[in-house]
Nanobody, 126 residues
Framework: QVQLVESGGGLVQAGGSLRLSCTAS????????MGWFRQAPGKEREFVAA????????NYADSVKGRFTISRDNAKNTIYLQMNSLKPEDTAVYYC???????????????????WGQGTEVTVSS
C-alpha cells in the first residue's frame, strides 16, 4: 500500500512563500517521476510541476514558472515544492503524485500518475 502524505499548506499573504512536502511510505519513490498538481474550488485538477527520478529534469506549468521550484530528497523519500511570490490565484488544494511508469519523463496529465496524496490546502490572501 503506497501512501503519500503532503504537508506545509496554510494561509499566506500575497507575495509570501510556502514550502510543501510530500513523504511516501510503502514504496520507495527514488525510481519514479513525482509531480505536484492543484485543484481550486470549482475547477479541474491541474498540473503544477514534476521531477524525474534523479531530479535531473523538471517541468512546470507556465503559471508557476519562475516562482515555484520542485525538488526531491530520495534518501528521505520526500519531494518538495517551494512556492514564492504567491498570488491569490494560487489558492487551491495541492496534491503530490507518483508516476509509477515513468522515471525519465515528466508527464503533465493526471492520468499518467498512479498514486496520489490527500492534499494540503494553500490559501493566498490579497
Amino acid at each position: 500500500q503506497v501512501q503519500l502524505v503532503e504537508s506545509g499548506g496554510g494561509l499566506v499573504q500575497a507575495g509570501g512563500s510556502l514550502r510543501l512536502s510530500c513523504t511516501a511510505s510503502g514504496r520507495a519513490l527514488n525510481m519514479n517521476t513525482m509531480g505536484w498538481f492543484r485543484q481550486a474550488p470549482g475547477k479541474e485538477r491541474e498540473f503544477v510541476a514534476a521531477i524525474t527520478r534523479s531530479g535531473g529534469s523538471t517541468n512546470y506549468a507556465d503559471s508557476v514558472k519562475g516562482r515555484f521550484t520542485i525538488s526531491r530528497d530520495n534518501a528521505k523519500n520526500t519531494i518538495y515544492l517551494q512556492m514564492n511570490s504567491l498570488k491569490p490565484e494560487d489558492t487551491a488544494v495541492y496534491y503530490c503524485a507518483c508516476a509509477a511508469s515513468y522515471s525519465y519523463y515528466v508527464p503533465v496529465t493526471t492520468g499518467r500518475y498512479d498514486y496520489w496524496g490527500q492534499g494540503t490546502e494553500v490559501t493566498v490572501s490579497s
